[in-house]
């Protein structure tokens, strides 16, 4: 009984380790007061794992954009209201610069690391 439930709680185990090493994580930046937010804070460079994504939510009463033109990723996501959200998924380890085409000044750094 002892050995089966041992085995039992190996193989839980087993696929807790796995499971987080396979999940990529999802992280949310806030667009707010024309820069990139985390916790508050204005930040010009984030760090992410290859597979993870990105929500940039936008919090200010106007639109925000959001763009790349990197080598690593090229897209064009749209503008969007307050309150809504666009994700972006790294796939390619390097560097990926995020824009928004109605504020210049809106600039941040995504490092992908392999
Ligand atoms: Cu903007």
């Known amino acids: 009984m002892c050995r089966v439930n041992f085995a039992k709680s190996c193989l839980f ?3 807790i380790s796995m499971s987080s090493m396979l999940s990529a994580e999802e992280h949310t930046i806030e667009q707010k007061d024309k820069a990139f937010v985390l916790s508050d804070q204005k930040i010009e460079t984030f760090t992410v794992n290859v597979g993870d994504s990105i929500s940039f939510k936008n919090q200010d009463p106007w639109f925000h954009n ?3 033109l990197s080598d690593i990723s090229t ?7 307050k309150g809504e959200f666009r994700t972006v ?9 995020i824009e928004c085409a109605i504020h210049p000044q809106m600039y941040l750094v995504v490092e992908v690391k392999e």
């Not at 897209?75 to 209201?81: I, K, N, R, V």
């Not at 998924?89 to 610069?97: L, N, R």
């Open 66 to 68: 959001i763009f790349s």
């Open 89 to 97: 998924k790294f796939e390619t380890p390097g560097e990926a610069e």
């Open 13 to 15: 185990l087993a696929a």
């Open 75 to 81: 897209f064009d996501l749209g503008s969007y209201p």
